[in-house]
């Protein structure tokens, strides 16, 4: 005699597995790096050669969709004072590990001209990475990851955050406030959420840029990102 169906109700829930800064690691570590001493510089230190190779913005409700070159938000002139609603709504935390999050570097890649020799960089990474490791050295203790993949000769720095992207409960103004002094750009050609620049100064380094005054937009591309395979846990 058959056994009888399982109902729907009865089927095990599907548990979302929750990220910890130990994903992906082995129980104990294959070498330890100590902090450097700190060391008084006897020249000034500045940034050289610094340039900006290239941009992107995420395109709002439309999944993976990039727009090349991006563009940030305008900030316009606003009579004061302003009267804002407190509403929830949802931040990311890290737009491009939440949408690509098996390469979160891969946008940076597409936004830089073919003609850019990627050979030549030696390490890639957001800022966010570079402050976290800035924290370290300056004696900070709170906990965080990494995640490094070396490619050929250049090293990927992967941001690692333990939520992507948060739900700002209903007691918040910030998406009322920028909506209220800030714009979309002049011939925009899709509407976007969050902007990056991508710039060189003997390292690539991503950030996130929140809005600016005035630009010219040039013809802009773009791009459906379908996510690659990485050997990392992200």
């Given at each position: ?13 599907r ?5 910890t800064?130990?994903d992906?690691?082995?129980?104990s ?23 900006c ?12 969709t ?7 938000v305008?900030?316009?002139t606003t ?9 929830s709504h ?16 891969l946008?940076?890649f ?6 850019f020799?990627?050979s ?19 004696g900070?203790?709170?906990a ?16 690692w ?8 409960p ?11 002094v800030?714009r979309?750009?002049?011939?925009s ?10 710039v ?10 929140k809005?600016?005054?005035?630009l ?11 996510r690659?395979?990485?050997k990392?846990?992200?």
């Amino acid at each position: 005699m058959p056994a009888p169906l399982t109902k729907n109700k009865d089927k095990p829930k599907r548990v979302k597995h929750k990220r910890t800064i130990s994903d992906g690691l082995a129980k104990s570590p294959l070498s330890t790096v100590p902090l450097p001493a700190a060391v008084v510089p006897t020249t000034k230190i500045s940034p050289t050669a610094f340039r900006c190779i290239g941009s992107y913005s995420w395109a709002t409700g439309e999944k993976n969709t990039i727009v090349v070159p991006g563009c940030p938000v305008i900030l316009q002139t606003t009579t004061l004072p302003l009267q804002l609603k407190r509403r929830s709504h949802k931040h990311f935390v890290d737009q491009n590990g939440h949408r690509v999050p098996s390469c979160p570097l891969l946008p940076i890649f597409l936004a830089v001209p073919t003609t850019f020799d990627w050979s030549l960089v030696h390490v890639v990474a957001e800022r966010n990475s570079l402050r976290k490791l800035l924290g370290w050295v300056q004696g900070r203790k709170k906990a965080f990851k990494i995640d490094l993949e070396l490619v050929g000769e250049t090293v990927l720095l992967y941001r690692w955050s333990e939520k992507t992207r948060v739900t700002i409960p209903n007691n918040d103004f910030g998406a009322a406030f920028e909506e209220a002094v800030t714009r979309p750009a002049d011939g925009s050609p899709i509407p976007t959420h969050g902007h990056y620049r991508i710039v060189e100064y003997e390292f690539v380094l991503s950030y996130a840029v929140k809005k600016t005054h005035a630009l010219v937009r040039p013809q802009g591309r773009h791009f459906k990102l379908r996510r690659p395979q990485s050997k990392l846990p992200h």
